[in-house]
């Protein structure tokens, strides 16, 4: 027989997690609300534990603005040799299957928001992480360059090009510098 402790009443963590649930829906409402001074407002102190979380959306999918652009980003790390290492994300036509399930959250980071201004905060942690990568203490990393590449999509009504044949990135640009300092490594 169940003993019957609850006089009725929810207990603290009900009334947490039931809150918490609340916010959470108020904020996911207010991010899918147009842009607005009070949707700004809102997520001026938000935003950053927003992404954090992974909690922000993007349905730029299925948005009317198609991207006219095909981009990659990369980072050269220079070492006190004056050698150089390439840092690529996943590139997913190079997976297997499962790999690509597992590493398709990163990738999609590192596309759509790591060679971007607006996410111009996360620059120095992302090179210290990749410092730390391609540490070794008898050539260490001296600095790292975040770099964008692309090429403009041909427009598929003139001349339809398969994944395979479209035009290499050609076109490059330097988005952010780091100077490591050796309390980057530890």
């Given at each position: 027989?169940?003993e019957?402790?609850?006089?009725?009443?929810p207990?603290?963590s009900?009334?947490?997690?039931?809150?918490?649930?609340?916010v959470?829906?108020?904020f996911?409402?207010?991010?899918?609300?147009?842009?607005?001074?009070?949707k700004?407002?809102?997520f001026?102190?938000?935003y950053?534990?927003w992404?954090?979380w992974?909690?922000?959306?993007?349905?730029?999918?299925?948005s009317?603005?198609?991207?006219q652009m095909n981009?990659?980003?990369?980072a050269?790390?220079?070492f006190?040799d004056g050698?150089?290492?390439?840092?690529?994300p996943p590139?997913?036509?190079?997976?297997?299957?499962?790999?690509?399930?597992?590493?398709?959250?990163?990738?999609k980071?590192?596309i759509?928001?790591?060679?971007?201004?607006?996410f111009?905060?996360y620059?120095?942690?992302?090179a210290?992480?990749?410092?730390r990568?391609?540490?070794n203490?008898?050539n260490?990393?001296?600095?790292l360059s975040?770099?964008?590449?692309?090429i403009?999509?041909p427009?598929?009504?003139?001349?339809?090009?398969?994944?395979?044949?479209?035009?290499?990135?050609t076109?490059?640009?330097?988005?952010?510098?780091?100077?490591?300092?050796p309390?980057?490594?530890k």
């Open positions: 027989m169940e019957q402790t609850n006089s009725g009443k207990k603290a009900e009334i947490c997690i039931s809150l918490l649930i609340a959470y829906f108020a996911v409402f207010i991010w899918f609300l147009p842009e607005s001074v009070f700004s407002k809102v001026s102190t938000m950053t534990p992404l954090y992974g909690l922000n959306q993007s349905w730029s999918l299925f009317p603005n198609i991207r981009y990659y980003p990369s050269i790390i220079t006190e050698s150089k290492a390439l840092w690529e590139l997913m036509d190079k997976l297997t299957l499962v790999e690509r399930f597992k590493r398709e959250k990163f990738r980071w590192s759509d928001s790591l060679p971007w201004s607006r111009k905060d620059w120095p942690d992302f210290k992480y990749v410092g990568k391609y540490y203490p008898l260490k990393p001296v600095s975040l770099n964008l590449r692309w403009e999509i427009n598929p009504s003139q001349k339809f090009y398969r994944q395979t044949e479209l035009p290499p990135r076109k490059f640009n330097t988005t952010f510098c780091y100077k490591y300092k309390e980057d490594f």
